[in-house]
């Protein structure tokens, strides 16, 4: 087995007429995930930086046409903990456990959040219940599926890994009942399809887009409108693909944001007057919600074990349920 350390490799061809002048450490910090201008001048001074295949100083000013390539090595991520964490389980048996999500909740350890996790609390609750005599970090392989961190709503988790790989193949081949319920600006039709590949978006590397078909990972999405508002919609939402942000980056797409979604254009006022109450409403809805209107309602599939169909629903959460009543209340559709 080699002992050569992993490595994170970015490489980056700065294109005609633009970025011309710029410090080559702003120039990275812009294109790399999770990057600070401090992380990056270290990477720089540590000779983990080339351009044009030699090192160059932080305040190297970069030219059209100039290649960065970089590779740094990965640090071993912290070990995970069991920690004591209020989680609403709804359901659990000897091979799985089906967990209501609450939003704000990572699912997984990773970069900025290696504690609070969905993971560290199910750490504790599998100690707690006695449910292994091995080391319960074995739990973390057995999340199926994630939701972001501000969508609420329902989660299956593996507790063995022949239950893993049963429930995994379920949702590669989408023999898995998913739906959403979601909050958007203006009035789409009835029902519809989005269909468009996902990927980075070369502007922001932090942010999803719709690419040109090859260029980002097939995604579809089905969606029905379940009432209508005089500028928003609740929406039902199916994915037939499984993709970062599917949801809230199809919906933007097509120009229906997710209400609250500070990330995806949510947060404005996109459809009908911006103006005296209204205005004021809609900033008030929007700061208490503090997240997408999104929330994972159902979720169906055959278990590995007993091979009946089993099935969950989750009510809206206070938040996601306060707007609705809210708009109800002041924004009746006038269809």
Same mark, same amino acid.
């Given at each position: +087995?080699?002992?050569?350390?992993?490595?994170?490799?970015? %490489?980056?061809?700065?294109?005609?007429?633009?970025?011309?002048?710029?410090?080559?450490?702003?120039?990275?910090?812009?294109?790399?995930?999770?990057?600070?201008?401090?992380?990056?001048?270290?990477?720089?001074?540590?000779?983990?930086?080339?351009?044009?295949?030699?090192?160059?100083?932080?305040?190297?000013?970069?030219?059209?046409?100039?290649?960065?390539?970089?590779?740094?090595?990965?640090?071993?991520?912290?070990?995970?903990?069991?920690?004591?964490? =209020?989680?609403?389980?709804?359901?659990?048996?000897?091979?799985?456990?089906?967990?209501?999500?609450?939003?704000?909740?990572?699912?997984?350890?990773?970069?900025?959040?290696?504690?609070?996790?969905?993971?560290?609390?199910?750490?504790?609750?599998? %100690?707690?219940?006695?449910?292994?005599?091995?080391?319960?970090?074995?739990?973390?392989?057995?999340?199926?599926?994630?939701?972001?961190?501000?969508?609420?709503?329902?989660?299956?988790?593996?507790?063995?890994?022949?239950?893993?790989?049963?429930?995994?193949?379920?949702?590669?081949?989408?023999?898995?009942?998913?739906?959403?319920?979601?909050?958007?600006?203006?009035?789409? =039709?009835? %029902?519809?399809?989005?269909?468009?590949?996902?990927?980075?978006?070369?502007?922001? #590397?932090?942010?999803?887009?719709?690419?040109?078909?090859?260029?980002?990972?097939?995604?579809?999405?089905?969606?029905?409108?379940?009432?209508?508002?005089?500028?928003?919609?609740?929406?039902?939402?199916?994915?037939?693909?499984?993709?970062?942000?599917?949801?809230?980056?199809?919906?933007?797409?097509?120009?229906?944001?997710?209400?609250?979604?500070?990330?995806?254009?949510?947060?404005?006022?996109?459809?009908?007057?911006?103006?005296?109450?209204?205005?004021?409403?809609?900033?008030?809805?929007?700061?208490?919600?503090? #997240?997408?209107?999104?929330?994972?309602?159902?979720?169906?599939?055959?278990?590995?074990?007993?091979?009946? +169909?089993?099935?969950?629903?989750?009510?809206?959460?206070?938040?996601?349920?306060?707007?609705?009543? +809210?708009?109800?209340?002041?924004?009746?559709?006038?269809?």
């Amino acid at each position: +087995m080699s002992d050569t350390p992993k490595t994170t490799i970015y %490489e980056f061809k700065v294109p005609p007429g633009q970025h011309e002048a710029i410090r080559l450490d702003v120039y990275i910090t812009q294109f790399v995930e999770n990057a600070t201008r401090n992380k990056v001048q270290d990477a720089i001074k540590s000779g983990y930086v080339w351009v044009n295949g030699k090192h160059e100083k932080s305040s190297y000013k970069m030219l059209p046409g100039d290649e960065i390539y970089i590779e740094l090595p990965i640090a071993p991520p912290p070990e995970a903990v069991a920690e004591e964490l =209020p989680l609403d389980i709804v359901y659990e048996d000897e091979d799985l456990l089906v967990v209501n999500k609450a939003a704000g909740m990572v699912v997984h350890p990773a970069y900025g959040n290696w504690t609070g996790t969905l993971v560290n609390g199910l750490m504790h609750h599998v %100690e707690e219940l006695g449910d292994r005599d091995d080391d319960s970090e074995d739990l973390r392989p057995g999340i199926v599926h994630r939701l972001d961190k501000d969508t609420s709503g329902l989660l299956v988790v593996a507790k063995n890994d022949a239950t893993l790989a049963n429930l995994s193949a379920k949702f590669a081949e989408k023999d898995v009942e998913r739906s959403y319920w979601t909050v958007v600006w203006g009035t789409p =039709p009835e %029902e519809g399809t989005i269909e468009g590949d996902i990927g980075r978006s070369k502007h922001d #590397r932090k942010l999803m887009t719709v690419l040109p078909n090859g260029r980002g990972k097939h995604a579809v999405t089905h969606y029905k409108v379940l009432e209508y508002f005089d500028y928003l919609s609740l929406v039902e939402v199916r994915l037939e693909t499984g993709r970062t942000h599917q949801i809230r980056v199809h919906l933007a797409h097509i120009g229906h944001h997710v209400f609250g979604d500070p990330t995806y254009g949510g947060t404005s006022v996109r459809f009908g007057p911006n103006t005296g109450s209204r205005k004021v409403m809609f900033h008030k809805l929007i700061t208490d919600l503090g #997240r997408q209107a999104l929330h994972a309602k159902t979720l169906g599939f055959e278990h590995p074990s007993t091979r009946k +169909m089993i099935r969950f629903e989750s009510d809206l959460p206070h938040d996601m349920q306060h707007v609705l009543d +809210m708009l109800r209340e002041h924004c009746s559709a006038e269809f």
